[in-house]
């Protein structure tokens, strides 16, 4: 007999489908989006009204560090490219693509997650 899944293991097992899955990266950004909110209110149990909770804009220390291990010296090849490395960095972190996009921009690390980025270093080294 099988044991029953919790609702948190169902959600990540879930976001990493959605990183593997071959869906379009509009369905697939949308998706992950869904399911990484609705995991972190999972894991907040709805303790605190909406209105007194930290704002997503606020990066730890260790989150700033595992995205910064995770897009080290990397360029995205493609927009689907930058998709799914945006993605499994929003799956890992908790985050949602846009919050992930948002940051390594300001960590300079744009190329790892946006495909302009990374066409506009291509220029430039082609220069």
Known sequence: MTQPIGRNDAL??????????????????????????????????????????EPESVWSADEVQILTTNLQGRRALSWQHADEITNGCAAQLHRSMDDVRKKAVELGMGAGVDYRFARALAAAAAV
């Open 12 to 53: 990540r097992d879930a976001l990493r489908f959605i990183a593997s899955s071959g869906m379009p990266a509009h369905y697939k950004t949308l998706l992950t989006d869904v399911v990484t909110e609705s995991l972190r209110e999972a894991e907040r149990g709805h303790e605190l009204p909406a209105a007194s909770r």
